[in-house]
């Protein structure tokens, strides 16, 4: 259950931001390309926060916890793209999941050293 509720965490707030940056995207408010970096630096926020929730849910290996709530969010997001939206796999889309697991696993460990300093 701890599970589900860190993966809503980012895919519930990743949507609702990536739909308020799309919508300001097409009133031109903000270019594309800023729109593009603004998605990227959202789901890593976000990530970071479902590492830091589930790294304070747990008992021990705070990194373990961030491996799996990152791989989850990692294959969802992976399932979506190609399922979804058709998209093609290039080395680009590798370094983001990587980066979004490095994200969470960095949450994840400051969330249990921060549970176990109370």
Known sequence: MKYLKAFLIVISTTILVNIFLSSLCYFDIIRNTTN??????????????????????SNNKGYLEGIKVGLITILFMTLLSYLGFNDNFNMIKIFYYFLILIVTIIGSVIGINKKEKK
Do not use: A, D, T
């Open 36 to 57: 593009s970096v603004l998605k990227l630096l959202s789901i890593l926020i976000f990530s970071f926060i479902s590492g830091i929730y589930i790294g304070i849910k």
